[in-house]
């Protein structure tokens, strides 16, 4: 029963890795059910034991992205450090998830571009804009605390987390552009820019800042 269970698991997971190759190559329009066990290795009706439509595969495979990247941004907003340096963390957390993860990096950004056409059923395309807004929520937690402690200067929370998130994605959207690369720019370099000038700025003049 033990390995029933866990050859359930593992073919779940040969879907969704084949299923997200596929949506990027092809598009989520291309992408069939067909397509999709062909490529795992196994006909469309043992695929239909998992998943009822293309929807709910690129669900999945977006909602795990988006709890990966909101794992990783909890543990660095966890520590018990400057709100700056936190703040700074989740940066750089963001910067490894895009090294480390470039595939569910771009399905969480086609999951969430309107232009993209998808149209998911409602209660699951709610669900990750929820996922999504959770990202920007953990910054303007830290934001909010640093501010209580005198660490940030007294700004919107909300307005300084959506600020920063908003800076990172127009860093990645470059890179992955090639505007970065055609200024002989790296990625690395812009996100210690962005962290440094923001950093000057949130700071309060009152609180202490060490790295």
């Known amino acids: 029963m033990m390995k029933d269970s866990t050859d359930q698991i593992n073919t779940r997971a040969v879907i969704l890795e084949r299923a997200r190759e596929l949506f990027l190559s092809l598009g989520y329009h291309k992408t069939t059910m067909r397509t999709i066990a062909e490529a795992t290795g196994i006909s469309t009706g043992p695929l239909y034991f998992y998943f009822n439509n293309k929807a709910e ?13 909101i794992d990783d941004f909890r543990q660095a907003a966890a520590h018990d450090s400057h709100a700056g340096l936190r703040l700074r963390d989740i940066y750089y957390a963001y910067k490894a998830f895009y090294y480390q993860e470039p595939q569910l990096f771009e399905i ?36 909010q605390e640093g501010i209580s402690r005198q660490e940030l200067r007294p700004v919107d929370p909300c307005r300084l987390a959506l600020y920063l998130y908003s800076v990172a994605e127009g860093i990645f959207l470059s890179n992955r552009t090639g505007i970065l690369q055609r200024c002989e720019v790296g990625l690395d370099e812009m996100i210690d820019t962005a962290i440094n000038l923001i950093g000057l700025g949130m700071i309060d003049v009152g609180g202490e800042f060490h790295d």
């Open 108 to 143: 969480m950004h086609l999951a969430t571009n309107a232009m993209a056409g998808i149209g998911l059923p409602q209660p699951l395309e709610e669900t990750l804009k929820q996922k999504s807004q959770e990202v920007v929520k953990i910054m303007e937690g830290v934001i």
């Open 57 to 69: 595969v690129f669900f999945h495979i977006c909602s795990e992205a988006f709890d990966y990247l």
